[in-house]
């Protein structure tokens, strides 16, 4: 695939957020800049069609994923702490 498409570019800024989205082309691949964070841009987005939308849709589901897994750690967390209590009650 031609990544001269992913050459640094400023797609737009977030509908809801208005901070603003970058394209670049990494050692790795394209990757979205957003708010100081860097998301990799999956192999069936990489085409020509690539837009300020399709970048939303990957930053959106990246925070998703990243929600459900800081909620998974806090539930992890909360357990283990009543399980110290469990045992030191026990004592």
């Given at each position: ?5 992913f ?14 989205i970058?394209l ?27 837009n ?16 459900k ?15 110290k209590e ?6």
């Open positions: 695939m031609d990544n001269s498409i050459d640094k570019a400023f797609l737009g800024k977030h509908p809801d957020t208005n901070i603003a970058f670049n082309n990494g050692r790795f691949g394209p990757y979205l800049n957003y708010d100081g964070i860097l998301y990799g841009v999956p192999k069936c987005f990489q085409t020509n069609k690539f300020l939308k399709s970048a939303i849709k990957i930053i959106t589901y990246n925070q998703q994923k990243q929600l897994i800081k909620q998974i750690e806090e539930k992890f967390d909360k357990k283990l702490n009543q399980t469990e045992i030191v009650d026990v004592k």
